[in-house]
């Protein structure tokens, strides 16, 4: 069993910088690829990124490449997501994700993860 907390949203505006927090409990931690998505209001969830459990491989979507880096400290049992030159289009609850045994061509399916935080929401205004 893992308990995902996310914290760090927020109001930003446009070019600003936000870092998403998830604090996961259970001894297993470092067993799980975890990932980051988020739902803009009408919109499906999205991924976002993804992290191998090692730590050594990493994932994102295009429109975030080069703007957010996905982290983890398996010691520390947390998953980072530093955000840098937000847009508005980026506005949306953003949730944390584990998942155990996932391979790393599926990381970007939701259905892959099998625990889920509450969200933390992200508004960057223009």
């Known amino acids: 069993q893992v308990q995902l907390v996310e914290s760090g949203g927020g109001l930003v505006q446009a070019g600003g910088s936000l870092r998403l927090s998830c604090a996961a409990s259970?001894?297993?931690?470092?067993?799980?690829?975890m990932g980051w998505f988020r739902q803009a209001p009408g919109k499906e969830r999205e991924f976002v990124a993804g992290?191998?459990?090692?730590?050594?491989?990493?994932h994102y979507i295009d429109s975030v490449k080069g703007r957010f880096t996905i982290s983890r400290d398996n010691a520390k049992n947390t998953v980072l997501l530093q955000m840098n030159s937000l847009k508005p289009e980026d506005t949306a609850v953003y949730y944390c994700?584990?998942?155990?045994?996932?391979?790393?061509?599926?990381?970007?399916?939701?259905?892959?993860?099998?625990?889920w935080g509450q969200g933390t929401p992200v508004t960057v205004s223009s």
């Open positions: 992290i191998s459990w090692s730590g050594t491989s990493t």
């Open positions: 259970g001894r297993t931690f470092s067993s799980y690829a």
């Open positions: 994700a584990a998942g155990f045994g996932i391979i790393l061509s599926s990381i970007r399916s939701s259905r892959q993860y099998e625990y």
